[in-house]
């Protein structure tokens, strides 16, 4: 009777330190609203690079890939990022997760004329997120005569983003 007493002390003290070492979910209404801000930022981060992608449209002529580089993102997962490349390459051509030094190794970047010939680098460098605007930066990249950046902003409007502009802020 002792052996089962200790047994179950030991059982009940075992739960309760599983049960206080977990983290708390607090509601379903919690994990809806981490589902509704990865998908909001989703969103954001693909009509960003879009607008990207249409700007100076010169620089996507002939591309067979365009290489998508998040590396610098917050907000969002792999799986998110993995849902704006099939995104992209459901609207454009095949996308290559990498990055200018990605390129190289994989023979895709011609460091002698210093062009991406057969596709086109877009990649965000910043993210600057208050409660109520996101001004995001990033640039184009085809070569060195052929890149751009750009610094597009959102609005927060009726509990909404809402996408405002995507300015050109330099070029080569």
Known sequence: MRKLLIFALCLISAINFIGCSQPKNNSFKDNLQSA?????????YKITLKSYLELDAALNENIDF??????F?????DEDKKA????????YAPVIDTNMDGLKAKGLFDE???IIPNGVLLSI?????????????GMK?????????FETKWRLKNDSWEFIETIMIWIS
């Open 36 to 44: 509704a801000e990865s998908t909001k930022w989703v969103e954001i």
């Open 66 to 71: 365009i290489a998508i580089d998040l590396s």
């Open 73 to 77: 993102l917050d907000y969002i997962s």
């Open 84 to 91: 704006i490349f099939m995104w992209f390459e459901s609207r």
């Open 112 to 114: 002698k004329a210093m």
């Open 125 to 137: 460098t910043k993210v600057s997120a208050s409660n109520k605007e996101i001004i995001i930066e």
């Open 141 to 149: 990249y085809r070569g060195g005569l052929g890149a751009n950046g």
